[in-house]
């Protein structure tokens, strides 16, 4: 049995598996999955769990400033807290204001010890 739960892999498209089942994830894989599908999620978007996503949504059309990084980052943290499979170490910013591109470097910890992390980005309006 998987410490982390087993889930589909969906990404863009169902994944297929070299049998042609539905491709699944499992323990860290799994956890991370969820993290970026929670961090892709619009906070309030799931009726069901409105402390389910990430505020940062609502601030993509605002002017990137350093206090926009500071919140983001904030926000980032806020909305990975309801993942209890993993407690959040640290999240680095870098914006690219030019672009209208901010990138995350969010690194964890799995709840089995081990140490994790993804890199998100979000294109601004």
């Not at 609502?58 to 500071?70: A, G, H, N, V």
């Amino acid at each position: 049995m998987s410490w982390a739960g087993t889930d589909e892999w969906i990404d863009d498209d169902v994944q297929v598996d070299g049998r042609g089942d539905i491709a699944t994830l499992t323990d860290e894989m799994n956890v991370d999955a969820a993290v970026v599908r929670r961090l892709n999620t619009a906070k309030g978007d799931l009726f069901y769990d409105p402390n389910y996503g990430n505020r940062i949504h609502d601030k993509l059309s605002d002017p990137i400033t350093e206090r926009w990084l500071t919140e983001a980052a904030e926000d980032i943290r806020e909305c990975l807290s309801w993942e209890s499979r993993i407690k959040v170490q640290s999240v680095d910013v870098t914006a690219d204001p030019e672009n209208r591109l901010v990138r995350f470097h969010i690194r964890y910890e799995y709840a089995n010890g081990k140490a994790g992390g993804v890199m998100w980005e979000v294109r601004t309006d």
